[in-house]
């Protein structure tokens, strides 16, 4: 099994520049998520799923969008790039809501000049 | 939610034991304790998690007090690979957004 994976792993955009992250979850989990993460600081939810087709916002959703078309996949899109959206972004999936231990992918390093 | 607090660092000699304190004084009946750790440069990983009575898995142990307002996290024997920042979250079980604070860094010297 392979987990968790993200592409790309890294990607410098402009200002104004879209872009779409992919996660893909081998495990048949229900549940994924979008995180980021800013230089010192823990992680913060974006969005996340509660299954095929659903969707819902986190901490900080402002600026993504995301579409969970297939249960495997959970994409996250920025459709105009902004220097604040620089970050580390890592996913996530779970088996449940009351199950907590949730599985990450590698991260995917975003620069926004 | 209730919220923790954690020193924000520690260190300890490779081999030995490393006991890392997290405080919780205002966890609800229904809360639970997970534990977290980031490798520089990685995804987090799940390491354990417990509501009210010592746990003990394949990587670590846990051990809440009986009031349930601390915990401590048990690596018996570190190694240099245990370096990472370890996060220690309370959340109830039915809810599966993780906060994640600043955590504690651990250093394993050799």
């Known amino acids: 099994n392979a987990g968790v994976t993200q592409t790309p792993k890294f990607r410098v955009l402009k200002t104004g520049q879209s872009m779409t992250l992919l996660c893909a979850q081998d495990m048949n989990h229900e549940y994924m998520y979008w995180y980021r993460q800013d230089p010192g600081m823990g992680l913060r939810l974006i969005h996340y799923s509660v299954g095929e087709g659903t969707t819902a916002k986190g901490e900080v959703p402002d600026g993504y969008n995301v579409s969970r078309l297939k249960k495997q996949n959970f994409l996250l899109g920025l459709e105009s790039a902004a220097p604040s959206q620089t970050s580390v972004y890592f996913c996530?999936?779970?088996?449940?809501?009351?199950?907590?231990?949730?599985?990450f992918g590698p991260g995917t390093r975003l620069t926004v000049l | 939610d209730a919220k923790t607090t954690q020193p924000p660092s520690m260190d300890c000699a490779e081999g030995r034991a490393a006991n890392l304190p997290c405080n919780h004084s205002t966890i609800s009946g229904n809360e639970y304790v997970y534990w977290y750790r980031q490798i520089h440069s990685q995804g987090p990983q799940y390491i354990i998690h417990?509501?009210?009575n010592n746990e003990t898995n394949e990587m670590a142990s846990l051990i809440i007090t009986e009031d349930r307002k601390s915990s401590t996290l048990i690596l018996p024997h570190a190694t240099l690979r245990d370096t990472a920042v370890y996060y220690c979250?309370?959340?109830?079980?039915?809810?599966?957004?993780?906060?994640f604070g600043k955590g504690i860094t651990l250093s394993v010297r050799p």
């Open positions: 979250i309370v959340i109830p079980g039915a809810n599966s957004k993780l906060t």
């Open positions: 417990g509501l009210k």
């Open positions: 996530a999936s779970s088996w449940t809501l009351s199950y907590n231990e949730q599985f």
